[in-house]
């Protein structure tokens, strides 16, 4: 859970006034991936995964769920059916292991980051910022010092029939410790049961600006939706710590769980509106794998965290 403490401040406020600047400022509202909804459900951990790591959630029957979707930018009222717009969409997920005790897995449908640290995402975003006031060379000059950023935005972002059709990256890597003290490096995936399924821009452009976020209720009205979880394993010579490299699909993937989705929830209830989602996992079993962006992240989510607390005048942490 969020402890409180963020590790660099003028980095993470550096960030958050850089992703301002791109969307502008909407109080309440996540500085990215603000337009989104939530949904309730259960974990049920596979076999496998308690022999991967300790973490309670991995051996317990079932963990309740609270999954967040959202779509790729600061913009809380951004099309859905818009592909020049359609940046990668997002997924959160919050294992509520006990009072006041959570994990997360935090991910999105992009299986890359455009750069390695925090300093290069702050160069990457004034740089995008740039192209967008009409001076595209800044972007030029910092793509052609950043393959994997090129490679990234350059990566086909089809929009999904419906956010449970979509499949999910954590791109950072995470170290897995089971109960033996073994431990292995892997990066969770998070895939829809029933598969992924995307549109046509045509197709999509028929759609109402809203049609992802209209059509998850109805579809858990019709029943629930089944996500598989894996963990993707690193192999020697992977590079654990550099979340712009895509490690290759011929890597062994671990089963380890599903998530069933049963209702959808209330985002501005009070217990969901106060959510700060962290891309640490802070529970004994699962830990950084010493990529530089994770803990950048984490300072990222829990400064526009309180900020967007503070708007419902609920500044606990």
Sequence with gaps: MPTGTIANVPLAQQLLESLDALFELHPGFR????????????FTPSPEAAKLTRAPHASSPSTPVTVRYSNGTGL???PDNDPARSGPRGIAVRFHLGDHVHTDIIGHSTDCFPVRTGEEFLEFLRAVAAFGAGRPEALGAFLATHPNAKRFLEAPKPIPTSFAREAFFTVTSFKFTNAGGVSRHGRFRIRPEAGTEYLSNEA????????????IPQRLAKGPQRLGVFVQMAEPGDDVADASVTWPTSR???????????????????????????????????????????????D???LSGRRRRSVYGDGRR
Excluded: W
């Design 31 to 42: 500085p990215a991936h603000a337009k989104g909804l939530m949904c309730s459900g259960v």
């Design 300 to 302: 990222v989510y829990l």
């Design 204 to 215: 999509a452009a028929a759609k109402s600006e809203s049609f992802l976020c209209d059509e």
């Design 252 to 298: 062994t993937e671990i089963p380890f769980g599903t998530i069933t989705l049963t209702a959808s929830a209330d985002d501005q209830a009070p217990e969901r509106r106060k959510i700060i989602f962290d891309p640490l996992p802070r529970i004994d079993g699962i830990d950084s794998s010493g990529d530089p962006l994770t803990d950048v992240r984490a």
């Design 76 to 78: 809380p009222n951004i």
